[in-house]
């Protein structure tokens, strides 16, 4: 029930929800953590566009953005099937996540 009226909130607004007290919004802007942003083909319930506008929250962090489209995946993709495709935006994770340096 939370989570359903907080993405209401959000899709309305275009913004996170106060989280029990906490203002995600500037939350965001403060983490400096790598992010590799990944967006489907085909997904209507989170287009390019919506990832989009939620990377530019994220002002302090390194941002990868990635699109995973159905020629990659050679497989039709939405919101849920994508992970029967799942093979090479999983090598595509681990790479990311293999480039990383581990914090001092």
Do not use: Q
């Amino acid at each position: 029930r939370g989570v359903i009226r907080d993405w209401a909130y959000t899709a309305r607004t275009g913004r996170f929800p106060s989280l029990d007290g906490v203002d995600a919004e500037a939350a965001v802007r403060r983490l400096t953590t790598p992010v590799l942003a990944v967006s489907m083909d085909d997904d209507s319930f989170t287009p390019h566009a919506t990832l989009d506008h939620l990377c530019a929250k994220l002002t302090a962090a390194p941002v990868t953005r990635a699109r995973y489209t159905v020629a990659e995946a050679g497989a039709p993709l939405d919101h849920f099937v994508w992970v029967r495709a799942g093979g090479p935006l999983a090598r595509r994770v681990a790479d990311f996540a293999a480039a990383l340096t581990p914090p001092a």
